[in-house]
């Protein structure tokens, strides 16, 4: 998907390479670029990041990415003098200065500003204004109730503090804000002034934390991670310090960890993806034999309590490529987001990807309901059948792995919502990259109804998320690459080979008893200021407003972000927008001292609404590498700035 949900920083910093060097440097790295990386990355097809992109990255989080990461299997053969050159060559740093690679799958932190830290911690003392998960709650509503603000303040909002990370969406409880980065710090900070409670070091992390009171730990709160190398870890929340760290919850090299962990009851549920989908561009790659599955934890202890596989049948050998490769599958089915749990069923909701092989499976493309006890599937619900994909398939020159045929990459990357109706009525509420919403029964899984909102395409259509209150479900849509490719026609250019819609971003209200269309918004056309935008090389130096982001949402207040890095709040009953606020028109001095931090893209998991304020990390440049600016800025907003 995704990765699409290129997400997914598991493919986003790899680099696909296979052939040593003799001698090594800057001419060195940039003869392996071209020869093995250049068809990829310069000009960057989907799901790849550019090269303007790469050169952004700290060079020990390249050589990282290639000893311990999602490609180490295409870097076989490669020492780690010539994972240096590339990294020097990208970088512009010498072979020498690229620190090496940190062990177990962690990649060394690179420093942003200085860490201020806070006079004092006070206890963690829960509100009840906190946003404690990735969905607000284990049934990833995203609608906070009691925002601590009012419709009214919304268009008094203005920025309070800054900080410069690398990191996505935070969690807060009380005066504490919980968020992870990839350069590998794991953070508490104060909510209110953005100093730093404690950092957690080589923490390699891109999921939302989640925060819990459990006796588990001694201050009696537990937050909990999952990081790159596979595992998912527990921390005293008061703290920092580690309560306990699973064992690697998946044996395949290119398996990680993007949607967040969920914590019900005593038991905590893993989704686990991959970033195959781009190592297998290699014809020496023998695709596919991934599959997405769900691991279920013991809150107390990290043990796995059960592994439910989304594709029951292991992958087998089935025909040798052009290269002469054996190919395998079935594979694929990988789970993007964080679970949603229904308490009342005893059952966790996922959503899944696509299939990497062109071997039949059921668990691509599907909701699945599994008992949250035994990990049995009660049932599941495939919407699109052979979206069999892997990264490139879509491009002029294809990949000899691409399955035939091939699909258009329409996983479901958002998590599945669970919306109780007025009737009695439970429903599953669902967002496609096709463009497609959908409403499934809650006991049955039956498809009740569907509804376009966007064209669709490999980056959404509905890419991170969608959000719903006690009325209305809140789907934004992307087109992203529908975007791209309108702008790429102006310079008599094309990026596909197969024909899209016309792009329709934007915000679209949907009743969720009949999927009827209660309003919807297009995403405004609009200036963007990004700092080193790394656009322009995607489509003509037009801004993308692909409205990509979740939504948020508190009483009559639908937060929703765009690519070009608005920041929107909308009238939940109208649509009318009330407030606005371009976060790349200006630069930040921040709480840890970086002085004329860039804003950039809005994209991936959406705002906290919590305490009165309303926090968005702006800069994340998602799986379109489009936005971004190397560092993100994480930003405050409160009203009147107080």
């Known amino acids: 998907m995704r990765m699409p949900m290129w997400l997914a920083a598991l493919a986003a910093m790899a680099l696909p390479l296979a052939a040593p060097l003799a001698a090594h440097g800057q001419d060195a790295g940039e003869g392996v670029f071209n020869a093995h990386c250049k068809a990829c990355h310069d000009p960057n097809i989907d799901r790849a990041p550019s090269k303007a992109t790469l050169a952004t990255y700290p060079p020990a989080q390249i050589v990282d990415a290639l000893t311990n990461g999602v490609m180490k299997p295409m870097a076989a053969g490669l020492s780690e003098a010539d994972k240096q050159a590339v990294a020097a060559y990208l970088t512009g740093a010498q072979p020498a200065q690229t620190a090496a690679a940190a062990p177990a799958g ?3 932190p690179a420093p942003v500003g200085v860490d201020v830290k806070c006079a004092v911690n006070p206890p963690i003392r829960a509100t009840g204004s906190d946003w404690t998960s990735v969905g607000f709650d284990p049934t990833s509503h995203r609608y906070q109730p009691r925002p601590g603000l009012t419709k009214a303040d919304v268009p008094k909002l203005k920025v309070k503090w800054s900080f410069a990370m690398p990191g996505g969406m935070p969690t807060v409880i009380g005066d504490w804000l919980f968020v992870t980065n990839r350069s590998g710090k794991f953070y508490a900070l104060d909510a209110a002034t953005g100093c730093v409670r404690w950092v957690v070091e080589g923490a390699v992390s891109r999921t939302t934390p989640m925060v819990v009171k459990s006796d588990v730990s001694p201050s009696g709160w537990l937050t909990l991670i999952g990081e790159r190398d596979r595992t998912t870890h527990a921390f005293d929340a ?7 760290r699973s064992g690697q919850l998946e044996a395949n090299p290119v398996a ?3 949607g967040a962990p969920v914590i019900s009851g005593d038991q905590v549920f893993v989704p686990m993806t991959s970033g195959e989908e781009g190592a297998a561009r290699q014809p020496s790659y023998s695709c596919c034999s991934f599959r ?20 029951g049948q292991p992958p087998h050998p089935t025909h040798k490529n052009s290269a002469g490769t054996m190919m395998q599958g079935p594979a694929g089915g990988a789970i993007w987001s964080a679970p949603s749990v229904d308490a009342k069923r005893g059952v966790v909701y996922v959503a899944t990807g696509d299939s990497y092989t062109e071997v039949d499976t059921k668990g691509a493309d599907a909701i699945f309901a599994m008992d949250v006890k035994t990990g049995k599937v009660r049932w599941s619900n495939q919407v699109t059948e052979a979206d069999n994909f892997i990264v490139g398939c879509n491009a002029a020159t294809k990949p000899a792995n691409c399955p035939s045929p091939d699909g258009p990459d329409y996983d479901f990357g958002a998590s599945p919502i669970l919306f109780h109706l007025a009737s009695g009525k439970d429903v599953v509420l669902s967002g496609q990259k096709s463009g497609v919403a959908f409403g499934m029964d809650a006991d049955s899984g039956k498809t009740l109804w569907s509804r376009r909102v966007g064209s669709g395409s490999s980056l959404g259509g509905i890419e991170w998320g969608m959000a719903a209150d006690e009325r209305r479900l809140y789907v934004a ?16 250019r094309s990026a596909v080979t197969t024909q899209l819609g016309p792009p329709k971003p934007g915000l679209t209200a949907i009743d969720p008893a009949t999927g009827k269309v209660l309003w919807n918004v297009p995403a405004p056309v609009a200036p963007c200021h990004y700092a080193g935008d790394r656009s322009r090389d995607r489509g003509g130096g037009d801004c993308v407003r692909a409205q990509s982001q979740a939504p948020s949402v508190m009483p009559g207040v639908v937060f929703s972000g765009t690519m070009d890095g608005w920041l929107r709040a909308y009238d939940a009953a109208t649509g009318k927008i009330l407030w606005a606020d371009s976060t790349t028109d200006r630069t930040y001095d921040t709480v840890n001292q970086v002085k004329g931090q860039p804003g950039g893209s809005l994209d991936g998991l959406g705002a906290a609404i919590a305490g009165g304020r309303v926090y968005v990390m702006s800069g994340f440049n998602g799986a379109a590498n489009t936005g971004g600016n190397g560092t993100n800025v ?4 409160s009203v009147n700035g107080k």
């Open 106 to 108: 962690r990649a060394a």
């Open 238 to 244: 008061q703290t920092g310090k580690e309560i306990w």
């Open 256 to 258: 990680g960890i993007t």
């Open 292 to 311: 997405g599955s769900v691991v279920a934890l013991d809150l107390k202890t990290g043990k796995t309590q059960w592994q439910t596989y989304v594709i």
């Open 477 to 492: 849509n992307a087109d992203t690459v529908n975007l791209l490719e309108e702008n790429l026609k102006k310079l008599g």
């Open 634 to 637: 994480l930003l405050a907003y």
